[in-house]
């Protein structure tokens, strides 16, 4: 009779795990169905104002006019550009560059993941019929923008990277606030960019619509999560994109991608009607550390120009968690001269020689322009930045929040390394410690299996208001107007180390701490004798892991763009933007990438 039961629990236990497996491969199977299906419509999906336009253009660029955004707004504005032919002239570009070449996913940079070109140039032709006065002009009067492929945006679906997403019934069926404001501002929405899967890694890779490139080299990452939008800019497909950032998404791809970024600061944007990358659309985390919306651009003052779209009343009036400040058109212009603070270094991650060469020549173009640079002294440093933002963000332990997002879908291999050091037993993890470098060591006691207690959460919370704190004081006490450092320590990474490599991305991470407004704008690309991260040039506690892979990611990155980081305290975004557009007024960076650039056959 015993032996008769322990069989009967036993088959149960074995239907059990073979029905529970047989449930992983059917949802599997599904989400592989709605992939398919979602990119047959995509590449199926007939251009009708493309093919009416075939016979005067072919699919060549050449001579093709890229103007600014501001540049668009007042040739439209004037009559000078015909609205309908600008937008087939950067459709075609989007095709030729933007896309996979000829369909082959290892070729091209594949920066777009849905295209909405008839709906662009039909608007477009709208405008030309209307007639304006010039100072009766919207804001983005006829400007094509590429928008986040998160970002609500009627008819467009918002998967984040998920697959389980990428069903028909996750298809918007209206605009997100931002998205209408934008489109009542003149904006004309024809594609959307890539992104990273869950949208929290420096890559723009997943499962949905592929892998994006560097329109600077093919073999290295644009960035992430707004790396699609980054690279269609760098490309000259569109003049002005739509990204989002909790952790940097804006402001690496746009580092990465040699073009200008900014992030306002958390609560002068809203990001209302637009979906979380996780289950439910539950995330919690973005309490703590908000994700806010921002401009992707080649031009400061694009960036200025979509604040000054958005921050209206019907962003204030339709969404009252946002600070009701208009643009202050008046400090964004002021002329008087500057008091900026800088630092090389936030200890925890040592800059390359070019990064550092970069900084320092902007620094001296600065103060030959007649403002004042001094050095600043880190309220708190990189290990404590970098340490309390992965505690808060781990803090339900095992990636949870993660996993569920997948809801049955694999992860990426990128998200291996994090998701093995994440399930480690907490009983081993001290013996581990022991036998690892010390920025490892102090990652991995960031989290714990199993997640971490209510009350040492609120703990993290209470160190995280403490720092803002000391960065509300230094600032202050320092008589500064403004912060000037690395947007990265390291260019573009090559493809498929962004999960060992997430420890060089604490630079962006200050700012979305702090919630205040931030930028990058590209200063140089990287010379022939600059291609190197010796260990003896950085400290001797980082002479470890990462910097072996920093080491990797040196090698073949001549030409590469680098950018500084711009910050400043909170709601002072104006003054921001102004110091961003001074510096690119001295730089003057012209560099242009090349290796997008191909022969269609």
Known sequence: MFELVIIILLSLLLIKASLKKYNRWKRKKQLRGWVAETLHQRDTKVHKCLLSSSNSKN?????????????????????????????????????????????????????????????????????????????????????????????????????????????????????????????????????????????????????????????????????????????????KCVPLAVGSDVAGSIRIPAAFCGVIGFKPSSTRLSLKGSMRPRKNNKQGSTVIIPSVAGPIARSVEDCALFMKAVWNENTFCNDTTIAPLPFNEEKYRMNKPMRIGYFFTDEWFEPCTAVKRGLLETIEGLKKAGHTCIPFSLPTNGWEIYSLLISINAADGNLRSFVEALEGEDMVDSYRPLYSAANLPNIIRPVIKQFIDKRRATLLACGRDGGISSYDFWQKCAELSIMKNKWDDAVRSANIDAIIFPALPIPALPHGIAGDFTAAFSYPFIANMLQWPAGVVPVSTIRCDEQHYKLEDIPIDQRDHFAMIAAKVMSGSEGLPIGVAIMTRGFKDETCLRVMKEIESIVDFRHEPKAYLRKVT
């Open 59 to 235: 699919d060549d660029d050449t001579g093709t006019n890229f103007y600014t955004a501001a540049d668009t707004r007042t040739l439209i504005g004037s009559g000078k550009l015909d609205p309908a032919e600008n937008v087939l002239q950067l459709a075609r570009r989007c095709r030729l560059y933007g896309r996979n070449c000829n369909g082959d996913t290892n070729q091209g940079v594949n920066a777009i993941t849905e295209e909405f070109y008839d709906e662009a140039f039909i608007k477009a032709k709208e405008l030309k019929s209307m007639k304006r006065k010039r100072d009766d002009v919207p804001l983005l009067y006829g400007v094509p923008i590429s928008v986040k492929d998160c970002i609500a945006m009627k008819g467009a679906l918002q998967t984040g990277g998920l697959a389980c997403r990428a069903s028909e019934k996750h298809r918007s069926k209206t605009d997100c606030l931002l998205l209408s404001v934008l489109r009542s501002a003149g904006a004309l929405p024809m594609v959307r960019g890539n992104v990273s899967q869950i949208m929290m890694l420096p890559e723009s890779y997943n499962l949905v619509w592929g892998r994006s490139r560097n329109p600077w080299d093919l073999n290295r990452v644009p960035g992430g999560s707004s790396g699609g939008e980054a690279a269609l800019v760098a490309m």
